[in-house]
């Protein structure tokens, strides 16, 4: 079955920077790559996701890279803010089927 | 707002006993799928289910069990709870075919 494996596990910046976090996954059969913001005590929300016939996508602050051949995708947000802390997920999926989550990230975001 | 919907929110249970869980799906989603998501972890696939049938099952025991109704809602049945089996469980609706899932804000199962 599919395995996705997610880096950091905790990922600290101060406000204005950067943030990246890179899953990797196992199953070429997966086509569908979202990635969700959990805040503490809530359902994940999708922020962005990526078909595999796409290499990047953009939606403001927020893009997502896929590198189909090497198996991975990044999670890529600029200008972070305080509330961009949470709990971010990468999950990968093929044409509907079950989600497989990564073990998530706490992105801290210090002002 | 016809988003997924989730019952009870909250819940405890003694070791051994029963749970039901509910969900009802987006409005024109077709399936839905549970997962569980213990303190501090990924969600963990549990079932998916579609014209009333179990389409897809993860690595979760017979302990745990679902219904899908004719209106698309959707039952998760534990039985024998351990434990371990607190966690907060997730239901995920989605259309057939089509990408995209919506979650519900889950029930957070608690076994004393």
């Known amino acids: 079955g599919e395995n996705v494996e997610q880096h950091p596990s905790t990922l600290s910046v101060q406000e204005g920077d950067s943030a990246v976090i890179k899953c990797t996954y196992s199953d070429s059969a997966s086509n569908y790559f979202p990635w969700y913001k959990q805040e503490l005590g809530k359902r994940p929300q999708l922020i962005i996701d990526i078909r595999s016939n796409v290499g990047e996508k953009k939606d403001q602050r927020i893009a997502v890279t896929l590198n189909k051949t090497a198996k991975h995708f990044s999670l890529h947000i600029t200008e972070t803010q305080p509330e961009d802390s949470a709990v971010y997920f990468c999950?990968?999926?093929?044409?509907?089927?079950?989600?497989?989550f990564g073990g998530g990230t706490r992105l801290m975001v210090k002002p | 707002d016809a988003g997924v919907t989730q019952s009870p929110t909250h819940l405890i249970k003694t070791r051994g006993q029963q749970v039901t869980l509910r969900c009802s799906p987006k409005s024109g989603h077709d399936t839905v799928s549970w997962y569980q998501q213990a303190l501090g972890q990924g969600p963990q696939f549990i079932f998916q289910?579609?014209?009333?049938?179990?389409?897809q099952r993860g690595n979760f025991p017979d302990r745990f069990s679902g219904h899908q109704f004719p209106n698309y809602s959707s039952e998760l049945n534990v039985n024998a709870l351990w434990l371990g089996d607190s966690a907060l469980y997730l239901c995920?609706?989605?259309?057939?075919?089509?990408?995209?899932?919506?979650f519900g804000s889950g029930t957070r199962l608690t076994v004393v």
């Open positions: 289910y579609y014209e009333e049938e179990e389409r």
């Open positions: 995920a609706s989605s259309l057939a075919g089509h990408y995209g899932y919506t």
């Open positions: 999950a990968a999926s093929n044409a509907g089927n079950m989600l497989t």
